[in-house]
C-alpha cells in the first residue's frame, strides 16, 4: 500500500493470485490505522519543513499557518514570525479553557527573530538571527533552536547560548547596538516550563483572539474556518489586551503586560527563586499578586540592565522604554 495518510484509519480486503494469475475471493474487510512518524530535530532548518522557497524570504512552507498574538513578549525590540503546522487531518481542540488550546502530537510551533536593517524602511532587508521550535512529540513538548548563518541562507540546530552583536536603524533614524543573547536549550526550560512540564507560552486563546494583520477576520474565526481549531468561537473566550493600546485602562494594559512577559515564570509552579514570589497572571486577583508590596522592586527590576538584576532576566539586555513609561504609570496609580 503506497500514499497513506499518517494518523488515519484505512478498511481494506486482500485477495492473492496464483502463478497462472488466478485471482482469488477477497478476504474479510480488515481496519488499519497509520501511525505518525514522530517529529525530530533535525541539523539544519531547510529539512525541518517550515518555510518553502529561499529560506531567507521565511515564505511559511505548505501546511504551515501564520499566526499572530494580540499582546507580545518583549525581546530587545526584535520582530517575530510566529507559525504552526499541525498534523494533516487535526486540530487544536479547546479544553474549557481560555489559555493553552489542546495540541495534537507531532504539532510544531516555530517563531523566527529578526531586525529590519533601517525601521523607516524594512524593504532595505533584514538580518535573521534565530528560529526557535517547539515539537509536541508523544505528549511531550521538545524545545530547539536554529542559528541562522551570516549569509542568511541556512540555520543550524545549535543546544548551547551566545550572543550576537546587532545594529540597525530604529523609527527615528537613530543607530541602535543591542547584544542579542542566543537563549541554550537549559535557558528555554527557565520560561516554557511549569512543575517538570514544558509548554508553549504565546499561542493561548485569548492572545490569539483578535484580528490580526494577514486577515480582517477574527483570528479564532479564521483558524476554525480552516479547521485547525475546533470546539471554540471568538464570543466565548476573553481577550487579552494588547498592552499597546493607549485607549485601553492603565490597569489592563500593565496586567497584560506582565501577563505575557513575566508570568510564565512568576506563578505557582513557575522558575521564581524562592523569597519573591509574585504572580502576575491575568486571572490572579490583584491583592494576590504581590504587585502592591513589590511595586517598588518591579520597577527597579524593569529599568536595570544588571543581569543578574534585571526582569526578565533573558530575552531582555536593553531597557523596554514605552512599557517601563507604562508600567511606571500603572504603579503611581495603585
Given at each position: 500500500m503506497q500514499n497513506l495518510t499518517a494518523g488515519t484509519a484505512y478498511s481494506f480486503y486482500v485477495t492473492a493470485l496464483d502463478a497462472e494469475e488466478n485471482e482469488s475471493g477477497q478476504s474479510n474487510t480488515l481496519e488499519a490505522f497509520t501511525i505518525q512518524q514522530p517529529l525530530s530535530f533535525l541539523p539544519l532548518l531547510s529539512q525541518m519543513g517550515v518555510?518553502?522557497?529561499?529560506?531567507?524570504?521565511?515564505?511559511?512552507?505548505?501546511?504551515?499557518?501564520?499566526?499572530?498574538?494580540?499582546?507580545?513578549?518583549?525581546?530587545?525590540?526584535?520582530?517575530?514570525?510566529r507559525l504552526i503546522r499541525l498534523p494533516d487531518g487535526q486540530s487544536m481542540r479547546f479544553n474549557n479553557?481560555?489559555?493553552?488550546?489542546?495540541?495534537?502530537?507531532?504539532?510544531?510551533?516555530?517563531?523566527?527573530?529578526?531586525?529590519?536593517?533601517?525601521?523607516?524602511?524594512?524593504?532595505?532587508?533584514?538580518?535573521?538571527?534565530?528560529?526557535?521550535?517547539?515539537?509536541?512529540?508523544?505528549?511531550?513538548?521538545?524545545?530547539?533552536?536554529?542559528?541562522?548563518?551570516?549569509?542568511?541562507?541556512?540555520?543550524?540546530?545549535?543546544?548551547?547560548?551566545?550572543?550576537?552583536?546587532?545594529?540597525?536603524?530604529?523609527?527615528?533614524?537613530n543607530a541602535q547596538n543591542v547584544d542579542y543573547q542566543i537563549p541554550s536549550k537549559q535557558d528555554c526550560f527557565t520560561c516554557h516550563n511549569n512543575n517538570a512540564t514544558t509548554f508553549p507560552i504565546g499561542p493561548k486563546l485569548r492572545n490569539l483572539n483578535f484580528i490580526p494583520s494577514y486577515t480582517n477576520q477574527n483570528q479564532l474565526d479564521y483558524l476554525t474556518g480552516l479547521g485547525l481549531l475546533q470546539g471554540v468561537t471568538s464570543g466565548n473566550i476573553s481577550v487579552l489586551p494588547n498592552w499597546e493600546d493607549e485607549t485601553l485602562l492603565i490597569d489592563d494594559r500593565a496586567r497584560a503586560y506582565m501577563d505575557v512577559n513575566c508570568a510564565h515564570c512568576h506563578q505557582p509552579g513557575g522558575s521564581v527563586p524562592p523569597g519573591f514570589f509574585l504572580d502576575f497572571r491575568l486571572e490572579t486577583a490583584f491583592g494576590?499578586?504581590?504587585?502592591?508590596?513589590?511595586?517598588?522592586?518591579?520597577?527597579?527590576?524593569?529599568?536595570?540592565?544588571?543581569?543578574?538584576?534585571?526582569?526578565?532576566?533573558?530575552?531582555?539586555?536593553?531597557i523596554h522604554g514605552e512599557a517601563l513609561q507604562m508600567l511606571n504609570e500603572y504603579i503611581d496609580s495603585l
Open positions: 518555510f518553502g522557497g529561499n529560506l531567507s524570504d521565511l515564505d511559511p512552507a505548505n501546511g504551515v499557518q501564520l499566526y499572530e498574538i494580540n499582546s507580545t513578549l518583549f525581546t530587545d525590540y526584535a520582530h517575530k514570525q479553557s481560555n489559555l493553552l488550546p489542546t495540541f495534537p502530537d507531532n504539532t510544531l510551533i516555530a517563531k523566527t527573530f529578526y531586525y529590519n536593517l533601517d525601521e523607516r524602511d524594512p524593504s532595505l532587508g533584514k538580518k535573521i538571527i534565530e528560529t526557535r521550535i517547539l515539537l509536541k512529540v508523544n505528549g511531550t513538548w521538545l524545545v530547539g533552536d536554529y542559528i541562522w548563518n551570516t549569509a542568511q541562507t541556512e540555520a543550524t540546530y545549535r543546544e548551547t547560548g551566545s550572543t550576537e552583536a546587532i545594529s540597525y536603524i530604529d523609527g527615528n533614524g494576590d499578586t504581590g504587585i502592591y508590596a513589590n511595586r517598588g522592586e518591579i520597577i527597579a527590576r524593569f529599568q536595570s540592565t544588571l543581569p543578574t538584576y534585571r526582569m526578565p532576566q533573558l530575552g531582555r539586555t536593553v
